[in-house]
């Protein structure tokens, strides 16, 4: 069963699976869409918490909401708010410890796509 966290002020809690419960196609999905490994990449290079509003995505804010709950139950991120804030945090460390190499490997994969770059032959 997911655990939940609790806003400090607010009282509002988010569901996330417990490392142990991660499951690798549930990651592999939520990495599968471009504007949610977007949001991984910069979390990835970004801050350790970072509001979802400094995310500058090319979709409506509805659909931004999806996908962070999409990364969040599949065990990529972990949210919990900050006033009226929702941050998040990308659960390197669990996803790490479940998946050796797999998120490192993915962040190059997209990196080098982004950039332009193949892998040798």
Do not use: N
């Not at 196609?25 to 970004?46: F, K, N, Q, W």
């Not at 998040?88 to 080098?112: H, I, K, M, Q, Y």
């Amino acid at each position: 069963m997911p655990t939940t966290e609790r806003g400090a002020a607010s009282g509002r809690q988010l569901a996330h699976p417990p490392r142990e419960e991660i499951r690798l196609e549930a990651v592999l999905h939520a990495l599968s869409d471009p504007i949610r490994l977007r949001i991984t990449r910069e979390l990835a290079e970004g801050h350790d918490d970072m509001a979802c509003i400094a995310f500058d995505l090319p979709v409506s804010k509805s659909t931004t909401t999806h996908h962070f709950k999409v990364l969040r139950e599949a065990g990529v991120i972990r949210q919990h708010y900050a006033g009226t804030s929702r941050m998040s945090r990308l659960r390197a460390d669990d996803l790490e410890e479940r998946f050796p190499g797999l998120l490192p490997a993915v962040l190059e994969g997209a990196r080098r796509a982004a950039v332009g770059f193949s892998a040798p032959a």
